[in-house]
Each structure stands twice: as C-alpha cells, then as structure tokens.
Nanobody, 125 residues
C-alpha cells in the first residue's frame, strides 16, 4: 500500500513563507507526475501546481504563479512546494497527489491515483 505524507503546513502571517513536503511511505512505486491541490472551507478542491517528470515541466495555477514553486526528486517520488508572499486566500488544506497511469493531465484531480492526508495552511492578515 502506497501512502503519501505531507508536512510543513501551519500558521503564518500574510507575506510570509512556508515550504510543504510530500514523500511516499510504504511500497515503492513509479510516478509520471505529482502535484499539489488545495481545498478551502466551503470550496471545491483546486489545482495549485504540478510537475511532470517525463518532460521536466512544471505547471501552476494563475493564482499562485510567481509566488509558489514546485520542485522534487523523481527517483524518490518526493515533491516540495515553496510558498512565498502568502495571502489569506491561500488558507486551505493542501494535498499532494501522484499519477501512475502514464497519461498525465496535471491539472485534473481525477487523474491522480494516490493522495496524501493533507496539511493545513492558515494565513492570517
């Protein structure tokens, strides 16, 4: 059984930074891409950022472009999300996800087979 474990969330003031991490536990597996999604109270889950290992490309939601940076280690199936210039509207539970299907559509949550339990990010004004 593969599990993804997120860490690094917490409270932060507006303008501050946080770095989220996501690593697998359990059996090893291969991924074609990994991503970050978030869900704020009363809202649907939304795409934040993703990385495609096969074409070494990163993807970002417009709302975080220029402030967030996704990076990772393909061999370890580990990803990070460096979040700078945080805003109160970034408050959400952040989830990492992994795609193992090979037909990778990075912004679509239904494409991801494995998900973490989420880590809370709270940005105060």
């Amino acid at each position: 059984q593969v599990q993804l474990v997120e860490s690094g969330g917490g409270p932060v003031q507006a303008g501050g930074s946080l770095r989220l991490s996501c690593a697998p536990s359990g059996r090893t597996f291969s991924t074609y891409g990994m991503g970050w999604f978030r869900q704020a109270p009363g809202k649907e889950r939304e795409f934040v950022a993703a990385i495609s290992w096969s074409i070494s490309t990163t993807y970002y939601a417009n709302s975080v472009k220029g402030r967030f940076t996704i990076s990772g280690d393909n061999a370890e199936n580990t990803i990070y999300l460096q979040m700078n210039s945080l805003k109160p509207e970034d408050t959400a539970v952040y989830y990492c996800a992994a795609d193992t299907s090979g037909d990778y559509h990075p912004t679509a949550d239904i494409e991801y087979e494995y998900w973490g339990q989420g880590t809370q990010v709270t940005v105060s004004s």
